[in-house]
């Protein structure tokens, strides 16, 4: 058959990016083609240490050969099966092990296929809780500023990013606390910061002005990600669990980002002592091999459901992908990898060193303020005048060209290396950072 593609095709032209600026990356394309370890391999043979973990994910580096060899094995026996009315021993397996590493009594695993459709699931899960408790009534929803859910159109209506909300209202009904931080008493703090309880006290007056009895439920990320890693102040979470506990409304976590030891917890519910009532995660769950999500659900909120007669769908909710077995099987690897090489005591052991290696770049130019929470990081930048951003990407790119892959968003540089990473991969990071701010104008 004689090809139709012509001589001078592009071939970065059909793929419509997510999230990238498509024109001017494909005038320049940054393509990987291997992973191993705390490395990837460009195109042209270059090593770059991964300092994001592929995007907030590869929580046990990459390559993992458990991980790889149980996707083969899946593959191989059973392809594929739906979870609606039928499904397979895997993910039941999976499910029963997520649930003993939960926080509290988040036994109830919903699975799906990204963070998005697990925020999306937990949205739609809180409102048909107080539907089935004859409370039909709350339909709204309460998140925070900063705050990222997901693009899903659940997800994009709590969030709390205007441009990832501007081009596709009009969304469900929800209003914003503020972000828990303010530079003024927190700048440069080591974890959660002292200051910022009170800000929980702006859910009291929201439900002022919003009828506690209309609201669904309060959804935050444990930890602010892609906003910038703001750590929540010490004592805010537990406040907002007993504003919520008070008017009967849900908590949900999004822990897509902090799931999977990132905190050097399973989840940041233990590490911050505060049990919801709903949890998203995702990324770290397969450790981005295979696409997954879930939501998890405590008893109360499994249990309203469960009170309809046994024949009776009790959540007319759920995709063709839930559950799908090579996800299941890269899941229940990854468990496996996480324990067998006691990864989340190994990111535990070694945040203080990335915490005191990160804060020594305070010292560096047009550094600003810097944070962090087990090994997750932002720095952030002065603008140059005139061009927001633009030190941002500039710092980034030196950094790749050094072999140091960062994530910038406008003038904040936000890392969440593989917890796998040693002091000589810090040592890598932190001094390619310098070399680049040093170098930037």
Not at 253 to 281: K, N, S
Not at 290 to 299: K, L, Q
Request: overall charge negative; hydrophobic content about 45%.
């Amino acid at each position: 058959m004689t090809s139709t593609v012509a001589p001078n095709h592009d071939r970065t032209a059909a793929f419509w990016m997510p999230f990238t600026p498509n024109r001017r990356f494909k005038a320049s394309p940054r393509l990987f083609v291997g992973a191993e370890g705390m490395r990837y391999e460009t195109e042209d043979g270059r090593q770059v240490l991964d300092a994001i973990a592929g995007l907030w994910c590869v929580n046990a580096g990459h390559g993992q050969r458990p991980i790889v060899e149980a996707i083969k094995a899946q593959a191989e026996r059973l392809d594929f099966v739906s979870s609606f009315q039928m499904s397979h021993p895997a993910a039941f397996e999976l499910a029963d092990r997520l649930a003993a590493m939960t926080p509290g009594d988040l036994n109830h695993v919903f699975f799906s296929n990204s963070g998005s459709e697990a925020v999306d699931t937990a949205l739609k899960i809180a409102r048909a809780y107080h539907v089935a408790r004859g409370e039909g009534g709350r339909r709204k929803f309460i998140s925070r500023l900063k705050g990222y859910h997901g693009v899903g159109w659940g997800g994009v209506s709590v969030s709390g990013i205007g441009r990832h909300r501007r081009d596709f209202g009009p969304a469900l009904e929800v209003d914003h606390l503020a972000l828990p931080y303010d530079a003024a008493r927190s700048a440069f703090s080591r974890g959660q910061p002292e200051a910022g309880a009170d800000y929980a006290d702006e859910l009291s007056a929201l439900f002022q002005l919003h009828d506690p009895s209309t609201v669904a439920a309060v959804i935050v990320e444990a930890v602010t990600g892609s906003g910038g890693v703001y750590p929540p102040p010490k004592g805010y979470l537990e406040r907002l669990r007993a504003i919520c506990d008070a008017h009967g409304v849900l908590l949900i976590f999004d822990e897509v980002i902090t799931g999977f030891g990132r905190l050097g917890e399973p989840f940041a519910g233990q590490a911050l002592g505060v049990v919801p009532d709903l949890m998203t995660c995702a990324k770290g769950m397969t450790n981005g091999a295979v696409p997954m999500g879930a939501t998890f659900a405590g008893e109360k909120v499994f249990d309203a459901f469960m009170a309809a007669p046994e024949s009776q769908i009790e959540l007319p909710h759920g995709y063709t992908y839930s559950a799908h077995p090579l996800a299941c099987a890269a899941g229940l690897a990854t468990l496996d990898v996480y324990r067998d090489q006691d990864i989340f005591a190994r990111a535990a052991a070694i945040a203080g060193a990335w915490e005191d290696r990160i804060h020594a770049l305070r010292a560096s130019p047009h550094v600003v303020d810097i944070r962090n929470i087990g090994l997750l990081a932002a720095i952030d930048l002065a603008p140059r005048p005139g061009e927001p951003g633009a030190r941002g990407a500039a710092c980034g790119q030196a950094a790749f060209d050094a072999g140091v892959l960062i994530r910038t968003s406008g003038d904040t540089i936000m890392l969440s290396p593989p917890l796998i990473l040693s002091q000589a991969d810090i040592d890598q990071i932190t001094g390619t950072i310098a070399s680049a701010l040093d170098g930037v104008v």
